[in-house]
């Protein structure tokens, strides 16, 4: 028996008036998608506890079993595990996002971005990716951050894209930050850190934009008409904490296929093996797909996560998303499914959360999910698609997603 979570990360969302109040998943074809669905049991997910730290990777850590409110620390110590830095019992990661802060109106007209001395009510969070950065110019400004801000206690170590990270060395962790998504066409003012130790990352944050503001990488991107990426935004943090093991608990081995550094590092904690992200070709899917099934001739589960490029997840074109979509069913799901039937009886369980933000306001789908066992008879009709509307519609009561693990690893067919 092979087991597989799929998780399609992101991709859910509220019906579009460009879709003519469709969802994306509602106007993509998904016949893969929704041959799980129209075969297995389709609902919607409990969300995640009011009182668990929010951020990236908070639904993954609970659909592979694990309580948010006791083991999810944030998005930093994934990251910092994936990218195999060392970090002692007692540090604290803090993801580093690289953003475009401007002036506010009346601030331009005094002198815009340079009358900037400190952060504060006057500054606006422009970009909170600093216009989609590359991780070959990000990493040069990251490195010139840690020559002028390193030390003993804190060090900041380049990731990709506009995603980074900070070290703090025997460090405060319960800060209260805030995901710079949440504050695009917003001042900062009340979003700075607050609470133990947040003078110290406020002072960072400070000097970060002391130094990039001036940064003659900035200036090649502002005379090619790119946005400057002149602040480290700092959140996202928390301790790496040991985690039980999910293949020592179910006595199965396992594997987590994914190109992203928060969810390969969330796969590691959990005791998986991971995927070299070499062996995954950047975005192609297919190849993906081909990993995971290769891997699962040699291990009982396979944890595959697969999320849309920022510049669809960021961007406001809704049609980039519906082709997105379109693509991760045709060119993942479909050979994935292809794959696993030839490997004899599967249970696969497809689960799919909300990451839009758009224009600085939270817009997070519904988390939904289907599940199959390929020894089960169908249980739905032929109509059944894998959407948020038949997730919302089924009778199903929401379910827990950290007890999904026990129903895949069960014995028996």
């Not at 998904?30 to 297995?40: E, K, S, V, W, Y």
């Not at 935004?233 to 179910?250: D, H, K, N, T, V």
Request: proline content about 5%.
């Amino acid at each position: 028996m092979k087991q597989v979570i799929l998780h399609v990360d992101g991709m859910a969302d509220h019906a579009r008036q460009e879709l003519d109040g469709q969802t994306p998943f509602q106007t993509a074809s998904t016949p893969h998608l929704d041959r799980i669905a129209q075969g297995g049991e389709i609902g919607l997910l409990a969300a995640a506890p009011e009182d668990a730290r929010q951020g990236s990777g908070l639904t993954g850590t609970a659909i592979l079993g694990y309580d948010p409110k006791k083991y999810y620390q944030g998005p930093g110590p994934f990251e910092a595990t994936s990218l195999g830095i060392a970090i002692g019992e007692h540090d604290v990661i803090y993801r580093c996002t690289m953003v475009t802060l401007r002036a506010d109106v009346q601030s331009v007209s005094k002198g815009g971005l340079n009358e900037i001395k400190k952060l504060g009510p006057h500054v606006v969070m422009d970009d909170a990716t600093a216009g989609l950065i590359s991780t070959e110019e990000a990493r040069e400004l990251v490195e010139a951050i840690n020559e002028q801000l390193g030390s003993e206690m804190i060090q900041f170590y380049p990731g990709l894209g506009h995603r980074h990270l900070m070290v703090w060395v025997d460090g405060k962790s319960r800060a209260v930050c805030t995901d710079p998504q949440l504050l695009v066409g917003r001042s900062i003012a009340d979003a700075l850190p607050t609470g133990d130790g947040s003078d110290i990352l406020r002072k960072l944050m400070d000097a970060s934009f002391q130094i990039l503001r001036d940064h003659p990488l900035n200036e090649e991107r502002h005379a090619a008409g790119q946005k400057p990426a002149n602040c480290l935004w700092l959140w996202g943090q928390g301790r790496a904490i040991l985690w039980p093991s999910l293949s020592e608990r179910f006595k199965m081995s396992g594997v987590v296929v994914s190109q992203s550094d928060v969810h390969r590092g969330l796969g590691i904690m959990a005791g998986l093996e991971a995927v070299d992200s070499a062996r995954l070709a950047g975005a192609d899917l297919r190849i993906q797909a081909a990993v995971a099934l290769e891997e699962l001739k040699k291990k009982d589960f396979a944890y595959v996560h697969v999320e849309l490029p920022d510049a669809v997840v960021y961007g406001l074109d809704v049609a980039a998303k519906v082709k997105g979509i379109e693509a991760v069913d045709q060119e993942l799901v479909g050979p994935l499914l292809e794959g696993l039937a030839k490997l004899g009886s599967h249970r696969i369980s497809v689960f799919c959360d909300g990451g839009n933000v758009h224009l600085g306001q939270a817009a997070e789908g519904p988390r939904f999910f289907v599940y199959r066992d390929s020894a089960a008879a169908p249980s739905v009709g032929a109509g059944q698609r894998f959407t948020e509307v038949d997730a919302r519609a089924s009778t199903l009561p929401p379910r827990d997603a950290t007890k999904f693990v026990v129903r895949l690893f069960a014995k028996g067919s």
